[in-house]
Antibody, heavy 118, light 107 residues
Framework: QVQLKEPGPGLVQPSQTLSLTCTVS????????VHWVRQHSGKNLEWMGR???????SYNSAFTSRLSISRDTSKSQVFLKMNSLQTEDTGTYYC????????????WGQGVMVTVSS | DIQVTQSPASLSASLGETVTIECRAS??????LAWYQQKPGNSPQVLIY???NLADGVPSRFSGSGSGTQYSLKINSLQSEDVASYFC?????????FGSGTKLEIK
């Protein structure tokens, strides 16, 4: 069955780099895209970026050059790295799968809560 | 970026009632809109895609409609398990954007 799991660091210090891993099962990263989405305080959802099935990436310009998404298909993993973290980056980070023919999200990971604090 | 304005922000209704949540996009999104349900402590789950297509396993009391810039989610015969937050999402243009959410409670 389709699963996405994104364990994470929990606490990150301001100005440091956030590194998250999304491990997927039940589908291939070479057949489906995976997105990163974050949520502030259980409210606003914000799309961050996408790892396409062909290895290309798309990013939300709101994150300018802070964000990088990569993958290791042999391990079925998609990575998120975001530098220069600030307190406003606190939130829950999700990876989510893009279905074949639409740009929405059909399966989501359980999410990882990240707190940016010294 | 396409702005998606969702209303109302919160909603309280009785069991068995019908409720409607609306989203308005800042430009035509050609029915490229999905609706998600998020229960407390859980990740969002897709209900509707392409504005009016029910996702697999979603009860038929949920329905979506709309076109152009105006879309709505209707929940018939409200059940206790429908207590959740609901979000719309446009996928006509990048960046993908979401409505600000509607918190649904039972009276």
């Amino acid at each position: 069955q389709v699963q996405l799991k994104e364990p994470g660091p929990g606490l990150v210090q301001p100005s440091q780099t956030l590194s998250l891993t999304c491990t997927v099962s039940g589908f291939s990263l070479t057949s489906y895209s995976v997105h990163w989405v974050r949520q502030h305080s259980g409210k606003n959802l914000e799309w961050m970026g996408r790892m396409w099935s062909d290895g290309d990436t798309s990013y939300n310009s709101a994150f300018t050059s802070r964000l990088s998404i990569s993958r290791d298909t042999s391990k079925s993993q998609v990575f998120l790295k975001m530098n220069s973290l600030q307190t406003e980056d606190t939130g829950t980070y999700y990876c989510a799968r893009n279905p074949k023919f639409h740009n929405n999200f059909d399966y989501w990971g359980q999410g990882v809560m990240v707190t940016v604090s010294s | 970026d396409i702005q998606v304005t969702q209303s109302p922000a919160s909603l309280s209704a009785s069991l068995g009632e019908t409720v409607t949540i609306e989203c308005r996009a800042s430009e035509d999104i050609y029915s490229n809109l999905a609706w998600y349900q998020q229960k407390p402590g859980n990740s969002p789950q897709v209900l509707i895609y392409d504005a009016n297509n029910l996702a697999d396993g979603v009860p038929s009391r949920f329905s979506g409609s709309g076109s152009g810039t105006q879309y709505s989610l209707k929940i018939n015969s409200l059940q206790s398990e429908d207590v959740a937050s609901y979000f719309c999402q446009q996928y006509n243009n990048y960046p993908l954007t979401f409505g600000s959410g509607t918190k649904l409670e039972i009276k």
